[in-house]
């Protein structure tokens, strides 16, 4: 039996809060574009470079800011080694249909696929994980 402690009241009426973004620190820009926008078939909304602070801000997504959660890409121009992920970091998800198909012409494309779509071990969901260029893992779940 799992017990729980009560979950507090919310210290703010989050009503009208909404998820913008994700940020990711990117290696290398294009190569991250190419990714989420050339294989993935999101749509660069914006980037814009900041020369006073030597970085660029790319955001990406399936529909505009106002309604839709986007992946802001941060390219700090004088990053040389790429970033470490770290154990804290799990992964994004997106909702596909057809997972199998999805798959097979990613794979054709060059992305990594280190777990084949497949059900979920202990029941439930067909799922996969894709990398995106610096080893962020991405998980397709398969939406009909």
């Known amino acids: 039996m799992n017990e729980t402690a009560p979950i507090a009241k919310p210290a703010v ?15 290398d820009l294009e190569k991250s574009l190419d990714f989420y926008v050339g294989k993935l078939g999101m749509t660069l909304l914006r980037k814009t470079d900041y020369p006073s602070g030597e970085f660029t801000l ?13 992946i802001e890409l941060t390219h700090n121009w004088g990053q040389k080694e790429p970033y470490t992920i770290g154990s804290g970091f799990g992964h994004l998800a997106l909702g596909v249909p ?5 798959c097979k012409v990613l794979e054709e494309a060059g992305v990594k696929i280190p777990r084949p779509p497949g059900p979920m071990k202990h029941g439930g969901s067909v799922i996969a ?3 995106d260029p610096d080893g962020y893992k ?4 398969e939406r009909k």
């Not at 790319?58 to 986007?70: C, P, S």
């Not at 057809?98 to 999805?102: E, N, P, S």
């Not at 991405?138 to 779940?141: D, G, K, R, S, V």
């Open 13 to 27: 009426q989050a009503g009208r809060f909404q998820m913008l973004h994700t940020m990711l620190r990117v290696l």
């Open 138 to 141: 991405i998980e397709l779940i």
């Open 98 to 102: 057809d997972i199998y198909g999805v």
């Open 129 to 131: 994980f894709i990398e």
């Open 58 to 70: 790319a955001f990406v997504g399936y529909g505009d800011e106002k309604t839709n959660t986007v």
